[in-house]
């Protein structure tokens, strides 16, 4: 049985979790960044923090992509000060969607799937997720989703289209990386 007073270093984190909080640490601060930038449709975001999200999942399975994103969406949330608002409940569920999709893409279609095609399936079901919620929530007009519901799901193919570039490149370094003894993070 461990002492709650053991010495440095003994019964220290693997590895991964440290990685995992790194990893969570960059997926908040480019929610944060992002956050900044002007949109002319709310909710309407690049959603920078997937590409960590992806990367993520990728290295570390559904249980690491899940932390990122929880972590990315409370500690953003409590910055912005809209824990528990509509905006919180809307990236909660947009997020959680999203990595559970995501997920579930690569693991069933690992061989038919790469970073770009996962990355915009999970932009798509983030943004259904929200479209979703936003009409059972908040709007209760049909019209309004279907109105916005075209701009937001093509946008979200771009960006999808982006983050996942932006994810391949990274995966590509790191096994780079691996290859050449070089430290992974």
């Given at each position: 049985m461990?002492?709650i007073?053991?010495?440095?270093?003994?019964?220290s984190?693997?590895?991964?979790?440290?990685?995992?909080?790194?990893?969570s640490?960059?997926?908040v601060?480019l929610?944060?960044?992002?956050?900044?930038?002007?949109?002319?449709v709310?909710?309407?975001?690049?959603?920078?923090?997937?590409i960590?999200t992806?990367t993520?999942?990728?290295l570390?399975?559904?249980?690491?992509?899940?932390t990122?994103?929880?972590t990315r969406v409370f500690?953003r949330?409590?910055l912005?000060?809209?824990f528990l608002g509509?905006a919180?409940?809307?990236?909660?569920?947009?997020?959680v969607v999203?990595?559970?999709f995501m997920?579930?893409?690569?693991?069933?279609f690992?061989r038919?799937?790469g970073p770009v095609?996962?990355?915009?399936l999970g932009?798509?079901?983030h943004n259904?997720?929200q479209?979703f919620?936003?009409y059972?929530?908040?709007?209760?007009q049909?019209?309004?989703?279907?109105?916005?519901?075209?701009?937001?799901?093509?946008?979200?193919?771009a960006?999808?289209?982006?983050n996942g570039?932006?994810?391949?490149?990274?995966?590509?370094?790191?096994?780079?990386?691996?290859?050449?003894?070089?430290?992974?993070?």
């Amino acid at each position: 049985m461990k002492s709650i007073s053991s010495p440095v270093g003994a019964g220290s984190p693997r590895p991964e979790v440290l990685h995992i909080a790194l990893l969570s640490a960059y997926a908040v601060g480019l929610h944060s960044i992002e956050a900044l930038i002007p949109t002319p449709v709310p909710w309407l975001r690049l959603g920078l923090a997937n590409i960590i999200t992806l990367t993520t999942l990728y290295l570390y399975g559904l249980k690491g992509g899940m932390t990122v994103t929880l972590t990315r969406v409370f500690i953003r949330s409590l910055l912005a000060g809209t824990f528990l608002g509509p905006a919180f409940i809307m990236s909660l569920a947009g997020g959680v969607v999203s990595t559970l999709f995501m997920w579930g893409t690569i693991t069933l279609f690992r061989r038919l799937s790469g970073p770009v095609s996962v990355s915009i399936l999970g932009a798509l079901a983030h943004n259904t997720t929200q479209l979703f919620l936003a009409y059972f929530l908040f709007v209760r007009q049909v019209e309004a989703i279907l109105i916005v519901s075209p701009v937001i799901l093509i946008f979200g193919i771009a960006t999808g289209i982006f983050n996942g570039m932006a994810t391949n490149m990274i995966l590509k370094k790191i096994q780079q990386s691996k290859a050449g003894g070089k430290p992974r993070f």
